[in-house]
């Protein structure tokens, strides 16, 4: 294990901590990991090619540098034709833990917000049909906009609710919490039996169907209900 003691000397300038802010005080949640589940909604899983019946979920990773406020401008990436929207539920780990059982793992959540994970649709599916990893569609810069959290003590644990998406106005995607295949205590304890969760992990929970391509000058709006809205242009 690395020393992070304040006395240690780094060769290089050391990176500073990603984080998300919290609704209501100063403070910010600082980002570990972000977990994604992927096809979580069986509509979705449809859109995508794809069977939605209720198989073991699966995950990808997107690095915590990629996490940034809502309210800000997003460039279009490089190296993609086919930049895709998709919003989400975000789950924020703040007691971490191993092996967790479905009815403790709501023990371990900090709080929830509203999330888009911004996606190379055209790098994406290219990997998926090669067999190869999706990180280049997935993992890119600014690639995971996140709103402010709300604790638990805010809100409890939301178990249904409209989650929608607007670009420019227009309602592209439309469902349901409750539409989730896996719902965040199954994925909490699916995720720790394979790696140990650690305060500061995001999980980004899946996205409904609707999604599409968004192009430069495109605002992009999106909410889940009790948990206020996100807001990202596209440059």
């Known amino acids: ?82 930049f895709h929207y998709e919003i989400e539920l975000v789950v924020a780990i703040g007691v971490g833990g191993w092996d967790i059982p479905i009815e403790r793992a709501l023990n371990h959540v900090y709080g929830y917000a509203v999330g888009i994970d911004l996606t190379r649709r055209d790098l994406q599916l290219a990997a998926r049909e090669q067999g190869r990893p999706w990180d280049w569609g997935k993992g890119f810069d600014l690639s995971a906009p996140c709103a402010p959290l709300q604790t638990v003590a805010q809100i409890g644990h939301p178990g249904n609710g409209r989650i929608w998406l607007a670009v420019n106005g227009a309602v592209k995607q439309d469902s349901d919490l409750s539409e989730l295949i896996w719902g965040v205590p199954e994925i909490i304890s699916c995720i720790s039996q394979s790696m140990t969760l650690a ?29 206020g809205e996100i807001d990202i242009t596209i440059t």
């Open 1 to 82: 294990m690395s020393d992070t003691c304040s006395h240690t000397k780094f060769v290089i300038p050391p990176p500073s901590i990603p984080s998300v802010a919290v609704k209501g005080i100063d403070a910010r949640f600082p980002v570990r990991r972000i977990f994604c589940v992927g096809r979580n909604y069986a509509a979705h899983a449809r859109e995508m090619g794809r069977d939605p019946d209720r198989e073991p979920p699966f995950f990808f990773l997107k690095p915590s540098d990629t996490v940034l406020d809502s309210g800000v401008s997003v460039p279009y990436p490089p190296q993609t034709k086919n």
């Open 199 to 227: 305060p500061g992990d995001l999980i980004m929970t899946g996205t409904p169907a609707g999604v599409g391509p968004i192009v430069v000058g495109d605002r992009v709006t999106g909410g889940i209900d009790g948990l």
